[in-house]
């Protein structure tokens, strides 16, 4: 069994380590390890304990998972096969699902009743409570999973990654700062940002899809599957950000559909290339990063920061850890 604990972005990276690693270290072990106390039974046969043995079998699963892997990285380009496109479109056809999934979370009339204002205005206050889920899952996307997994990369430059960050935050506020005339403007301002950087934590997700499914299906899945997990929550927050924006549910489907279009991209990247693709494009997880840390903590906190109400604030706090802890018991998954 394998424990991954990195960004699902990170497709079939942490398993090309893993296999070179093992390729070159694997065989010594296991030889120090048979040769280490054995047992021998009354005819002279090796007597392996089940725990050891279990432990054996995995390691040679694993060994022999890496050498599948060493294998297709040795292997010099061929033309990539239907079946691997028609699974990589399949796999992002489930992230494009999961994209739209809160819109039928949703109620017919929830714009005219997240908007409604005044002494009794519950429209409003669950909408501060999502945003505050938002900014909870945004920041623990970005110190649990964007960051890590970009200091984990092949090769890092601490450096590089620094100056990635700060760039995609700078540009945020370039950008909010240019356009940023009115409230109103600020929240759509905002929504737009936030949906360019989805647009670019897409396209990582799609090179991972694309790139796991050229090991092989049950791997590409396993990638899937995971992308799924972190990106429910994540896709919760960008509803509430685009209804803070008063898009309708119309076209709040439709902004995610247009984010979506960055998986299948990276997907196709992926497949032309047909290697670990993400080694090329270190830069986009610590960019990704920075745009998230100024949509947070920059326009939608100051926002609740203007909240009054005493339990409506407890609520606030709440929903904010809510959302972190979600995005921290999604970094504890384990793909077996």
């Given at each position: 069994m394998v424990a991954v604990h990195n960004h699902p972005a990170?497709?079939?990276d942490s398993a090309i380590d893993l296999a070179r690693s093992l390729d070159s270290r694997d065989s010594l072990f296991l030889e120090n390890e048979n040769s280490r106390g054995a047992l021998i039974d009354p005819e002279g046969r090796e007597f392996i304990e089940p725990l050891k043995q279990k432990t054996i079998l995995a390691q040679?699963?694993?060994?022999?998972?890496?050498a599948e892997i060493l294998q297709l990285l040795n292997?010099?380009?061929?033309?990539?096969?239907?079946?691997?496109?028609?699974?990589?479109?399949?796999?992002?056809?489930?992230?494009v699902l999961c994209g739209i999934l809160p819109a039928f979370l949703l109620p017919a009339n929830s714009n005219e009743y997240l908007r409604t204002e005044g002494f009794f205005a519950e429209g409003r206050r669950?909408?501060?409570?999502?945003?505050?889920?938002?900014?909870?899952?945004?920041l623990g996307d970005v110190f649990l999973h964007l960051l890590p997994e970009a200091w984990n990369s092949y090769n890092v430059d601490i450096q590089h990654i620094g100056l990635s960050t700060l760039g995609g935050l700078l540009i945020c506020f370039f950008v909010e700062k240019l356009y940023n005339t009115t409230g109103d403007s600020q929240h759509k301002i905002?929504?737009?940002?936030?949906?360019a950087a989805n647009l670019v934590d897409n396209f990582t997700h799609g090179l991972a899809v694309g790139a796991s499914f050229l090991v092989s299906p049950k791997f590409g899945m396993m990638t899937t599957f995971a992308i799924l997990v972190h990106e429910i929550p994540h896709e919760i927050s960008d509803f509430a950000i685009l209804l803070r924006a008063d898009f309708d549910r119309i076209q709040a489907v439709k902004a995610q559909l247009?984010?979506?279009?960055?998986?299948?991209?990276?997907?196709?990247?992926?497949l032309w290339l047909q290697n670990d693709s993400m080694?090329?494009?270190?830069?986009?997880?610590?960019?990704?990063?920075?745009?998230?840390?100024?949509?947070?903590?920059?326009?939608?906190?100051?926002?609740?920061?203007?909240?009054?109400?005493?339990?409506?604030?407890?609520?606030?706090?709440?929903?904010?850890s809510l959302g972190?802890?979600?995005?921290a018991s999604v970094s504890q998954f384990h793909i077996a």
């Open positions: 990170a497709g079939p040679e699963e694993i060994r022999r998972e890496a292997t010099p380009k061929t033309t990539v096969t239907l079946k691997a496109w028609l699974w990589s479109l399949f796999g992002c056809s489930l992230v669950n909408l501060s409570l999502l945003l505050s889920f938002a900014v909870g899952s945004l905002c929504a737009i940002m936030n949906l247009f984010t979506a279009c960055g998986g299948i991209a990276g997907a196709c990247v992926a080694q090329s494009v270190d830069w986009i997880l610590p960019f990704t990063a920075g745009g998230f840390i100024n949509i947070s903590l920059t326009q939608i906190l100051p926002e609740l920061n203007q909240e009054t109400n005493r339990r409506q604030n407890i609520k606030q706090m709440i929903m904010i972190f802890l979600v995005m």
